[in-house]
């Protein structure tokens, strides 16, 4: 696989069309690209390939691409760009963020090493006690104030020393 593409900030978006998603891709100035023959976008082991243009942009060179919308599912898609001088792909590093619904993102960069989005959860203590608060509340709400107070004040002592 050639080295990978060094994409830039300003002139890269995605953005959804009539039945396509249109892409672009903003490659700083260094080695030039002489020309694109395709984008394919990976999600595990699914692929979509389609045609690219290539054009002159300040400060790099600008890939261009519309995707079918229809076979892009939720997710994460990889961009790869095969160039006219190779036949390999060369990491875009840059991926196409598809949510189920609204606007789809073109992230520069590489998510977690294995190519997957990992969303931030908090440690498994503090989403437990989270729960257990809850469905206490829940539980204690029939009570006066007062027992509530204190029952909730019980609960969470033994809730530090179970979790602790």
Known sequence: MASPLSPAFPLTY???GTGV???QLHVKQGEPLTGVEAVRLRHGSRTLEAPARLSDAPGGQLVTAEVPQAPLTEGAWQL??????????QDAQAYLLVPADGPVSLLLGHPAARGLITPHRKPLRQRAA?????????????????RA????????????????
């Not at 989270?130 to 007062?146: E, F, I, K």
């Open 14 to 16: 995605a953005a959804r």
């Open 80 to 89: 790869q760009v095969r160039t006219l001088e190779g036949s390999s792909w």
């Open 149 to 164: 107070r204190s029952a909730r004040s019980w609960l969470r002592r033994t809730g530090r020393r179970v979790l602790s």
């Open 130 to 146: 989270h729960v257990v608060g809850r469905a206490s509340d829940a539980l204690l709400a029939p009570l006066g104030p007062r």
């Open 21 to 23: 998603v249109r892409l």
